[in-house]
Structure formats: C-alpha cells, structure tokens
C-alpha cells in the first residue's frame, strides 16, 4: 500500500486527487485545518483524516506523528493547501496567504523529510499555478496575463515556484511544483 499526505484535501484538486488516489488503493490521508470539513471528506472517500494547518508548526507535527504512528512511513506528500487570499492587500493579509501559499510548502515538506525518507519511494507534488509564471503574466496571449487574482497571488505563487526549485536541493526525489490552474477545478 502506498501512504499518501494530501493537504488542503477537504475540496477542490485535493478532494479529487484523494478520491483518484483512493481508487488506486493507496492509504490517503486527507490534512485539513477544519476538522469538521475534513472527516467529511474523508468519510466520503473511505480516507483517513489529520488535522493539518501548514501555518502552524505544532499542528504539522501532530498530523505527521499521527501518520508515522500509524503506518510508519509516508510515500508520497502532495503540497495542495492553499488560500486565495482575495480582499485587502495590507500587510497582514498578505503574509497570511503567503504563509499558506509558499512557506507552508516548506514548512510541511521538512518536517515530512524524515518519514519520506523511510519509503523505498519518495514523492513530493507540490501544487502551483499558472499564476506564478513569470513567462505567462507578462504574455498578453495568456489567460494569465489579466487575471482578476492580480499581484499579490500572482507573487505568492512565483515565490513558491521558487521554493520548490530550491527544494530540490535537499529532496531530489521531489516534483515541484506541478503547476495547474486550480480556478478551474470544481468539486
């Protein structure tokens, strides 16, 4: 059986890669900060659920001391989690959303390094964006290039671009980022 961390997995491209996964038979574990949304989610996939904020180091832990208790090890790690982060542009809305959006990424990856570790066969997906390609918002041909998401998404997904690739140093194993356009995924 593979173990597999999805964060973010209570809707959207983390719901529906859980439940594609979940068909495959791997063990997934779907990591949502609301608990009541996330044992939803899993209840209905037959998926295991830990309490996951990526803002928050104390709960990132928890989730993955609950895995390791349990199954000893993590195959694969999706990064999903992520906020829009639409409204005020002030100071402390944006490093809300960009903890979420990039330094989450680090912040879950790391601690999950040494239950990675144990498999056989790592894997690391990081979900991105379109949004944070420096080619396709400065390209007028793209959809990207007038996106109603404007700057402050568009800077919090080139960062985590940037992250990822950094990532690699330490994880060469890891595929970041997969980047998709989550606006057009629906639950």
């Keep these: 059986m ?3 961390l999805i964060t973010g997995a209570n809707k959207g491209i ?6 594609q996964l979940s068909a495959w038979g791997h063990v997934v574990y779907i990591g949502a900060r609301d608990v009541e949304r996330g044992e939803k989610a ?4 037959g998926a295991r659920f830990v309490q996951l904020d990526v803002t928050d180091d104390a709960s990132v832990r928890a989730a993955l001391a609950a895995i390791d208790s349990a199954e000893g090890r993590l195959d694969v790690l999706v990064n999903n989690a992520g906020v829009l982060g ?3 542009t002030d100071g402390p809305t944006a490093l809300r959303a960009f903890d979420t959006n990039a330094v989450g990424v680090v912040r ?13 066969n790592p894997i690391v997906v990081t979900v991105s964006s379109s949004a944070g390609s420096f080619w396709a918002v400065t390209n007028p041909d793209r959809p990207e290039f007038d996106l109603p998401l404007a700057r402050p998404y568009r800077h919090r997904r ?6 990822c690739a950094e990532h690699r140093l330490t994880a060469p ?3 970041c980022p997969s980047t998709t356009d989550p606006a057009t995924v629906r639950q």
Excluded at 14 to 19: I, Q, S, W
Excluded at 112 to 120: V, Y
Excluded at 158 to 163: I, N, P, Q
Aim: net charge neutral.
């Design 173 to 175: 194993w890891a595929l």
């Design 2 to 4: 593979t173990i597999t």
């Design 158 to 163: 080139a960062a985590l671009e940037r992250l």
């Design 14 to 19: 983390g719901f529906e890669t859980a439940r």
């Design 86 to 88: 639409d409204g005020a």
């Design 108 to 120: 879950v990856t790391e601690a999950a390094l040494p239950l990675l570790r144990k498999s056989s």
């Design 42 to 45: 899993a209840a209905a996939l």
